[in-house]
């Protein structure tokens, strides 16, 4: 992972975003909501370019900041994004109306270990991107990544864990339990044969599977 001293260089020179989500970017730290890290976000957006995907799956809206800054990036994207809390679930749909992508991102809200089956007849995607509980990434790769077509990507957001995937000397049982969890899956999808993974150092780690 990059240090604070690159990192804050990196974040000046990433381009002005409009003001509604420069707004979000507040509101996420003002009531503690965690939205992707600003230099993630901006290397996940590159990548998504050179893709040019059509179709993505979002597990985790939040208030629905990835889904929006990924709606404005990919013009002609659609965006079905998947969250459980209801309070969230609503800032999302505010936001969303508010920069006028109601067309072309669509809000679920309940558990998406409960809510796979309503993709059964639904046309694949070209990208999930998984950022949502932790301790559940290989549940929710599992659940959906049969709703990716083959050649698409699979992104998994928080992969490092601010580095703690790497420290052995985690005094804190909750983020030991939630790092060991990580690295869990890190190692599993490293491992996956029908999927081709890289685990990027930006943000708070970014892992990469291409579905073979």
Known sequence: MINEQVESYLKSLVPPRCEQIEKMEVYAEQHQVPIM?????????????LHSPKRILEIGTAIGYSAIRMAQALPDVKVLTIE???????????????????ERIEVKLGDALDLAEILESAPLFDVLFIDAAKGQYQRFFDLYG???KTGGVIYSDNVLFRGL????????????????????????????????????????GLAVSIKQ
């Open 84 to 102: 459980r809390d209801e309070v969230r679930y609503d800032e999302a749909i505010k936001n969303i109306t508010a920069l006028n992508l109601t």
């Open 165 to 204: 995937v790497a420290d052995k000397s985690i005094d804190n049982k909750r983020l030991r339990k939630i790092a060991e969890k990580i690295n869990g899956y890190n190692q599993w999808l490293m491992n996956h044969e029908d999927y081709d993974t890289r685990i990027l150092p930006v943000g708070d």
């Open 37 to 49: 890290d600003l230099v993630g976000m901006e290397s996940l957006l590159q990548l998504l370019k």
């Open 146 to 148: 049969r709703f990716v």
